[in-house]
């Protein structure tokens, strides 16, 4: 069993943003323990999300890790709700500033760090914002350090949260860290609708679920026969249709109309072809004693 020191830990901050961190202090720590980190400068508080095994490989490994201090404490959570109450003023505050200095931007969030060395705007925009007039106010009203960090429309959705049209939370607020490119091809590989508001996700992008479920989709296409082909089945020639990959079956189209026909049914059916055929072969070719 690994060391305490030397497990990774992912800590869980505000609106799902995560970092790794380490436990150099050997504190007993479980999932959804509540832990004070250290910071860039000073402290902040989340919640352990994740156990990493040191002997994992994962793509997004970090060299070097900040240590989790300590467990948090009742005190310690009874501030950050309180910090979480100031971050609503705080957000109302400065969309008032934003409109007072004419910027063409759309504040989406702000986090208060746990000891309020920090507050980070998030926003989104079409171009480029100079927002050193709106740093220099907020900066002057909190006597603390601002940072605004201008973020996209899918990290924008990873913060506000939501559910897909699958009815299941996001996937960027349960297991994707890192957003990766998605064309439409991955759609028309899955043989799906092109319709947007199919293929699109809480954020206006094509869904996640398109690039990591492309390997699965790969994976079964490749074991049936090709739309179009002609193939034999129990009943009869017919051509295949369409390919279900999740229920596992070919739609085929036959004389008499369509069918369904599982992967499994078929497989046993090429099987009993091949084996009919060999018998006949050897019958017809007897070897000769």
């Not at 996001?170 to 043989?191: G, H, K, W």
């Not at 996640?208 to 479920?213: A, F, K, Q």
């Amino acid at each position: 069993m690994a060391d305490a020191q030397d497990i990774l830990f992912e800590v869980e901050f505000k609106a799902h943003r995560r970092d790794f961190y380490g436990n150099p202090f050997s504190l007993t720590l479980r999932e959804k323990d509540w832990v004070i980190v250290e910071a860039e400068r000073g402290e902040d508080m989340g919640f352990v999300h994740m156990l990493i095994d040191p002997e994992a490989k994962f793509k997004s490994r970090p060299n070097k890790v900040r240590p989790i201090l300590r467990s948090a404490t009742d005190d310690d959570c009874f501030k950050m709700s309180k910090n979480r109450e100031m971050e609503k003023e705080s957000l109302e505050h400065c969309k008032v500033l934003v409109g007072q200095h004419g910027l063409q931007m759309k504040l989406v969030d702000v986090e208060y760090q746990f000891d309020l060395n920090k507050m980070t705007y998030y926003f989104t925009a079409d171009e480029r914002v100079d927002f050193r007039a709106l740093v220099k106010d907020l900066a002057s009203h909190y006597r603390t350090r601002i940072e605004l960090r201008q973020i996209g429309v899918r990290d924008e959705a990873r913060r506000i949260g939501g559910y897909g049209i699958c009815g299941l939370q996001q996937c960027c607020n349960t297991f994707i860290r890192e957003f990766e490119p998605i064309s439409t091809q991955l759609a028309r590989d899955q043989n799906l609708s092109l319709n947007p508001a199919k293929i699109s996700g809480n954020c206006g992008r094509l869904l996640c679920c398109l690039l990591y479920e492309q390997n699965h989709y790969a994976e079964t296409i490749r074991r049936f026969p090709e739309v179009g082909a002609e193939i034999d089945t129990p009943t009869g020639r017919g051509t295949v249709e369409a390919v279900n990959v999740f229920q596992q079956y070919m739609v085929i189209r036959l004389e008499e109309g369509t069918e369904r026909l599982t992967w499994k049914d078929w497989v046993q059916h090429e099987k009993k072809k091949q084996f009919t055929a060999a018998l006949k072969a050897r019958m017809n070719h007897p070897k000769s004693e």
